[in-house]
């Protein structure tokens, strides 16, 4: 089974970048559908990106369209979060999810099963 480890997130000013990462443990990342998940305290969890099996679909959330970008390396078994122009609205735990699936990227929360612990992203002004 995958295991999901986050990494890249921190503390930044309002217009700086970061890119966050998700590593995978175990074998058959290829067959995952990956998504970016975020939620902020008293707001539900929501996706701003996801990215098909083989990276040829993607997703994004109107608030994060032309921001941010999603991006897998099935070798390296990992996928990728591309930040940009960072506002404080995007400060949230940040979390990476999969979901075996040959089909689009998926963006309901329901859809994933495996989940990382999160990491927090703070954007000050």
């Known amino acids: 089974q995958v295991q999901l480890v986050e990494s890249g997130g921190g503390w930044v000013q309002a217009g700086d970048s970061l890119r966050l990462s998700c590593t995978a443990s175990?074998?058959?990342?290829?067959?995952?559908?990956m998504g970016w998940f975020r939620q902020a305290p008293g707001r539900e969890r929501e996706c701003v990106a996801a990215?098909?099996?083989?990276?040829?679909?993607?997703y994004y959330a109107d608030s994060v369209k032309g921001r941010f970008i999603v991006s897998r390396d099935n070798a390296k078994n990992a996928v990728y979060l591309q930040m940009n122009s960072l506002s404080p609205e995007d400060t949230a735990v940040y979390y990476c999810?999969?979901?075996?699936?040959?089909?689009?990227?998926?963006?309901?929360?329901?859809?994933?099963?495996?989940w990382g612990q999160g990491t927090q992203v703070t954007v000050s002004s």
């Open positions: 990215i098909s099996w083989n990276g040829g679909s993607t």
């Open positions: 999810a999969a979901e075996q699936s040959y089909g689009g990227p998926l963006y309901d929360s329901r859809d994933y099963y495996l």
């Open positions: 175990g074998r058959a990342f290829s067959t995952y559908s």
